[in-house]
């Protein structure tokens, strides 16, 4: 059925924290509105109150009509303990619930009671329930996985549980789609599907994405959460418009304030320069008067009556200028990466290097990776690159061939420091002990710099959000000293000034880089020197 999504004056936060305020949003069918904004803006809590999964703290959300399905599908798939492929599917496309309803509504209508059978089963039809089962192991099929979808999905490895997420949204029979970071772990066959998916759905659609290149390709208006000016903006038009059009605003923000900065400080000197003209004027009445100057007393009375008149007219022009609020200076990202000292000429070699994992097999490969050579890795998922990279770094056993790291290479990598994160103590504590040579004083300031501060540092570690995790794992590439850098997907997760902010530090990096990414643009922007295709567990070098 056709939907709109009304939200009126919404807002929200975290404790006396403000998050966002006074937002307004309609999703007509077939709108794909683009939600954007640094960590920790408010986006995700945006989309779980608009699923009705977060009480409305202010405000109020309205569908129309009120029957309408609203599908809410979270940035990472939580794999359940004993949760089949098949009962995720169910259970990410709302059919699971339906069902559930449906049932309850069958057994009271067999007791005599209707309690809302004819919705229920509507809803279950609607949903696509009834042929669930048959359209999964096809779309299952098409996107290449191939496991029994009776099988656990805590099985599953990190390419076929992308596949998974991805067959649940392409199964899903919602009214109004909330999709938070759909584009993450998809490989660039998996994201010209989800454009092709969100661009045909008739259905209205808000999603939040760090992809430039999807949100070019797909959103239809934008929504920007602004935390530092604590401002919610919408701009029509697409991604690419949005960007131009914030440029333009930033620019005539800063531009009004200046001018009426500047405007108000030269009236503030001018009725400062009147009274000191007037006070003086006073003191000099009173010195110079006598009681038989009597033209000269009244000359100077009414030169300083003057003088207390125009001091009065500037101040009231002072006070009706219409007062411009300081844009305020936005939380940049600066990062850098250190390096350590260089290691030797040859930086990691794999010599007729093979790789089984049940049914999958990486190689023979043969692959020399030489000191400064920055090495793009591209490939579908399960194709094999974080195979590739374990073999190169000696974390995965080889089958047959050889594998080892030349001397003095002092690796850093993305994926292996989030995984620092992931534990019940603080952020601090866990940061702190990777780097034990700092000062907690130094840990505090060098995590502040990534925008994690005190209300985040005292926080566990496994508390906090994915995009914050990545932060922390920057800020310990920037602690210490790397010449091998490996990037396994770093944007997943990360905001769009962070990925910018990325892109810059890489520029200026001078030791070895291995990049596994699939954002498109991120693969434009980085220099590289050699790309490897990885297809089916073998490597060219192309």
Sequence with gaps: MSATLVAKDLAAGHGDRVLFSGLDLVVAPGDVV?????????????????????????????????????????????????????????????????????????????????????????????????????????????????????????????????????????????????????????????????????????????????????????????????????????????????????????????????????????????????????????????????????????????????????????????????????????WELRMEIAAAPRSGAVVAVLRGAVVTRGSFTLGPVDLQVDWADRIAITGANGAGKSTLLGALLGRVPLTSGTASLGPGVVVGEIDQARGLFLGGEPLVDAFGAAVPDMAPADVRTLLAKFGLKAAHVLRPAASLSPGERTRAALALLQARGVNLLVLDEPTNHLDLPAIEQLESALESYTGTLLLVTHDRRMLDAVRTTRRLEVAAGRVTDR
């Design 34 to 330: 683009g939600l954007v904004g640094v960590n920790g803006a408010g986006k995700s809590t945006l989309l779980r109150t608009l699923a009705g999964l977060l009480p409305v703290e202010r405000g109020v959300i309205r569908l129309s009509p009120t029957t309408a399905t609203v599908g809410h599908l979270p940035q990472e798939p939580d794999r359940r303990p004993g949760e089949t492929v098949r009962q995720f599917l169910a259970r990410r496309t709302g059919v699971a619930a339906a069902q559930a309803e449906l049932d309850r509504a069958t057994e009271a209508l067999t007791a005599g009671v209707d309690e809302g059978y004819s919705e229920a089963l509507e809803r279950w039809l609607a949903l696509g329930g009834a042929d669930l089962a048959e359209r999964a192991e096809e779309v299952a099929a098409d996107l290449g996985l191939t496991v029994d979808l009776d099988q656990p999905m805590t099985s599953l490895s990190g390419g076929q549980a992308a596949r998974a997420g991805m067959a649940s949204l392409l199964l899903s029979r919602y009214d109004v789609f909330l999709l938070d970071e759909p584009t993450n772990d998809l490989d660039l066959d998996g994201l010209a599907r989800l454009e092709a998916f969100v661009t045909g759905l008739r259905a209205g659609t808000v999603l939040v994405s760090h992809d430039r290149e999807f949100l070019s390709r797909t959103v239809t208006r934008v929504v920007e959460l602004d935390l530092a000016q604590q401002q919610v903006r919408t701009y029509g038009g697409g991604y690419e418009s949005y960007l131009e059009e914030r440029e333009i605003a930033r620019r005539h923000a800063r531009e009004d304030y200046e001018e009426y900065a500047t405007t108000r400080a030269a009236l503030e000197q001018r009725a400062r320069a009147q009274r000191a003209w007037m006070e003086k004027g006073v003191k000099n009445a009173r010195r110079k008067a006598s009681d038989n100057d009597k033209i000269g007393r009244k000359f100077r009375t009414e030169a300083t009556e003057k003088q207390a008149a125009k001091a009065r007219q500037t101040e009231r022009l002072i006070e009706r200028l219409d007062e411009v609020e300081e844009p305020r200076k936005e």
